[in-house]
Every structure is written in structure tokens, then in C-alpha cells.
């Protein structure tokens, strides 16, 4: 037994240290590593920290004015600091804006997750296909193996002739080429799943069969209202007004405070021979104002341009909402033609196909049908058992993308 493990650590070292995930866990590591979901979460983490620049002011002047400000006296000097301060509604409108940019940040991660999710589960489901698409292509090259081999033992013995050998061994082939192409979907199908999962160390899925899709998807197309794409959508058109909002707050004049405190240096007296201020004796005052657009035009035009880019989100978001209702539709329908498709296969051709098969292989062996006979039959039962199988995959994609559409996914 040590001697095959480590034969089979040689011979498959990727597949030796793949690690083997269930759909579940596909997703939560999924969830946990991926570099396009973690730069989203960054995105609401850089918004969130906006948020506490919303009370930004321009920066304090301090200044100091020294020498012959009032006298011959060299050494005046003068100390102020000032203020320029937005008008207090500026500072509302811009918080706003932030955390309506927050809520932007949040519903595009939303979305992200929800595609994400999509993904794997979309990628895990098609390599449950694929392993199941190859258990049935080895059921098929049994079949067409034995067929080969009882069509070359009929054409030694002379039995049959030579177009039937060489139909059963290009069949064979056929069917070798195809368990070929199943392979390397298998692998690419692996590699997609790796770089959503975020990491670097090969991954396997846990095999077992395709599940059952258990969805009653609702006709009433307001389903797609929680759709993150959609509520994405809705959040630039607040993101919009929010921004007219500022620039219309920006007109408002802004105030400007101040304090002064300096030196009045005199000569030694005035006219009436009383002294005059000396280094020693300060003089203050305070300084209030305001600045005020002389120029609004610029503003204006700017609030109006906003107004029109407000105008423009509506009609993006009404545009998506358009989209993802007739796609909603579409996938509702794609999933009933899926789920009817479905029950006639389990109701009726599968049943019917076990029973071909198992009757034309009694009679091919007893030899009362010919090869043409058994090659159209195991022609026939191949295509119903692989439409089967594309059928269980197609309704359970249909399934996953009604689930995106909706953001169930998260």
C-alpha cells in the first residue's frame, strides 16, 4: 500500500497536493481570498474613512510683520492669525456626500460577492458535469471496444465484411477523442476555479452528482429588485444630487476670522510731551468677514451640469432595470424549457434507453441484428444518455444565473 501512494505522489504530484472542496467550501475560501473581493471591501473601507473629512477647512494663516510698521523705530511688530471657514451648510452636504459614496462602495461590493458567488458555484457545477461526462464516456468506450472487437473476430472469420470493422473502430476512436477533449475541460475547468478561489495551490472538487435544482423562480419581474448591480445603479443618481448639493452649498459665501496682536512703537513723547507706547505695550483687535463669489456664473454652470449628470444616472438605472427584467424573463423561461426538457428524459427516454440497450446487445450477441442495426441503436441510447446529462447541467446553470440575477447569490 506505501508503495502505490508513493508511486501515485510521483506520477500526480498536482493532484496529490490538491486540496478536495465541497461547493460550500469552494465558495467561503472563495470569499475569503479573493483579490477582486478584498480590493472592493478596501473601496468601502476608504469611502468609510472619507466620511471624517467632511469638516476639512483650509489651512490656518499665522504670520508675523516685523520692523518700521509705525514709527522710525525698527523693531514693530505685528502677530495675526485668520481663519477662512466654509459656510456651515457646506460641511452637511459634504458628509452626505461621503456616506451616500459609502452605500456606493457597499452595494458595489454587494455586487462583486454576488458575481463572485455566481462563478464558483457556476465553475463547481460544470466540473460535476464534466466528472459525470466522463464516467459515461468510459461506459461508451466499453461498449464500442467490445463492438470493435466482435466486428474484427466477424471479418476474420468472414462473417461480416470490412466497412464494419472499421465503422466500429472509428467509433471507438471518436469516442476516445471526446474522453480526451472531457480531460483537458477537466483541467481548464479546475483553473478557473483556482483564480477565483484566489490562491495558488491546485484545488479538486469534491465529486458527486450534478444537484437537483430546487427553484420555483417567480414570474413577477420586481424579483430582480435586490439585484446589488441594480441597487448600484440607484445609489449614483443620490451620489448625483448629493454633489449638486455641495456645489450649491459652495456659492454661499465663505467666513473669514481673524485676531491680531501688535506693537505700536512711538517716539519717546507727543506733542504734549506724554509718553507713547513702548515695545512692551500691545495692541488687538479681531477681524470678521466674509468672502463672497463676485463671479458666479462658473457655480452656477457647475450645479447645472450636476443637475444633468443626476438626470443621466436616472436614466442609467432605468436602462438597467429594463435589462435585467427581460433578463430575469429569459431565465425564467430558459429554466422552464430546462425543467420540461428534464421530465421527459427521466419520464420517458432514459427508461426507454436502458431497455434499447440492454436488447440490442442480447440481440446483437445472438446474432439476430446486424452491425448497422447495433451501431444506429448505441447511437441512439449515447445521444439520449448525454442529453440527459446536458439537460441536468443546463436546468442547474439556469438555476445558479436566476439566482445571480436576483442577488441570492449572497
Request: net charge positive; charged share 20%; hydrophobic share 40%.
Amino acid at each position: 500500500m506505501n508503495i502505490r501512494i508513493i508511486l501515485l505522489t510521483l506520477l500526480f504530484p498536482a493532484m496529490a497536493g490538491a486540496q478536495t472542496l465541497t461547493m460550500e467550501q469552494a465558495v467561503q475560501l472563495a470569499l475569503q481570498q479573493n483579490k477582486g473581493l478584498k480590493s472592493a471591501d478596501a473601496s468601502v473601507s476608504y469611502y468609510r474613512d472619507l466620511v471624517r473629512t467632511s469638516g476639512e477647512v483650509a489651512k490656518t494663516d499665522v504670520s508675523l510683520q516685523y520692523g518700521q510698521t509705525n514709527s522710525y523705530a525698527r523693531n514693530d511688530n505685528n502677530f495675526s492669525i485668520s481663519q477662512t471657514i466654509p459656510f456651515p451648510t457646506v460641511f452637511g452636504a459634504r458628509k452626505q456626500l461621503n456616506e451616500a459614496q459609502v452605500k456606493r462602495a457597499t452595494w458595489q461590493k454587494a455586487s462583486t460577492k454576488n458575481e463572485l458567488v455566481y462563478q464558483v458555484k457556476q465553475v463547481y457545477t460544470q466540473l460535476l458535469y464534466l466528472y459525470e461526462l466522463r464516467t459515461l464516456l468510459a461506459r461508451q468506450d466499453s461498449l464500442f471496444t467490445n463492438f470493435s472487437r466482435a466486428a474484427g473476430l466477424r471479418y476474420k472469420t468472414g462473417e461480416s465484411r470490412l466497412v464494419e470493422k472499421t465503422a466500429a473502430e472509428g467509433r471507438m476512436q471518436e469516442v476516445r477523442n471526446q474522453q480526451r477533449q472531457n480531460e483537458a475541460d477537466i483541467t481548464i475547468s479546475l483553473a478557473q476555479l483556482q483564480a477565483l478561489l484566489g490562491g495558488s495551490e491546485p484545488v479538486q472538487i469534491a465529486i458527486s452528482g450534478i444537484p437537483e435544482a430546487s427553484l420555483s423562480p417567480l414570474s413577477d419581474s420586481a424579483a430582480i429588485a435586490d439585484n446589488p448591480q441594480l441597487q448600484f445603479a440607484r445609489q449614483q443618481i443620490v451620489i448625483a444630487e448629493k454633489q449638486k448639493k455641495v456645489y450649491s452649498a459652495g456659492i454661499l459665501p465663505d467666513i473669514t476670522v481673524g485676531y491680531v496682536n501688535q506693537s505700536l512703537i512711538g517716539n519717546p513723547l507727543n506733542a504734549s510731551g506724554m509718553p507713547l507706547a513702548t515695545g512692551t505695550n500691545r495692541f488687538q483687535s479681531f477681524q470678521l468677514g466674509l468672502a463672497v463669489p463676485l463671479w458666479m456664473g462658473p457655480m452656477k454652470a457647475r450645479v447645472k451640469a450636476e443637475a444633468r449628470q443626476q438626470q443621466a444616472a436616472g436614466l442609467s438605472y432605468d436602462n438597467s432595470r429594463i435589462q435585467l427584467q427581460s433578463l430575469y424573463q429569459q431565465a425564467v423561461q430558459q429554466f422552464t424549457k430546462f425543467r420540461n426538457s428534464l421530465d421527459y428524459y427521466t419520464a420517458t427516454a432514459m427508461p426507454n434507453a436502458d431497455l434499447l440497450l440492454q436488447q440490442t446487445v442480447k440481440s446483437f450477441t445472438s446474432g439476430d441484428i446486424g452491425y448497422i442495426e447495433y451501431f444506429v441503436n448505441l447511437e441512439n441510447v449515447m445521444t439520449i444518455r448525454q442529453g440527459y446529462l446536458r439537460t441536468r447541467n443546463d436546468i442547474k446553470q439556469a438555476e445558479l444565473y436566476i439566482g445571480f440575477l436576483t442577488g441570492q447569490q449572497i
